[in-house]
């Protein structure tokens, strides 16, 4: 399962790289979305693509809480144990 889920983080910086149009080797998991230039509309992007993409619902109280690709992995990891 470690591993699925490796890939699953590198597909997430994938997408957060794209959406936020930087080079996923700039982006760093513990550093704050804001501090990479990510804002808000740019995290809700995210949310959308990672719910279409595994297929899961990231309930709306908990989107102010991906401020980080950790909080990310975090979140969705609990998500795909449900």
Do not use: H, W
């Amino acid at each position: 399962m470690a591993t699925d889920f490796a890939k699953i983080q590198e597909e997430i910086k994938q997408i957060t790289a794209e959406i936020a149009e930087v080079d996923a080797i700039e982006l760093k998991d513990d550093v704050e979305f804001a501090e990479m230039g990510i804002d808000s509309m740019m995290a809700l992007e995210i949310a959308a693509a990672i719910e279409k993409k595994y297929k899961v619902v990231i309930p709306e109280e908990d989107i102010p809480t991906l401020r980080s690709l950790q909080n990310v992995y975090q979140l969705l990891e609990t998500l795909l144990k449900k």
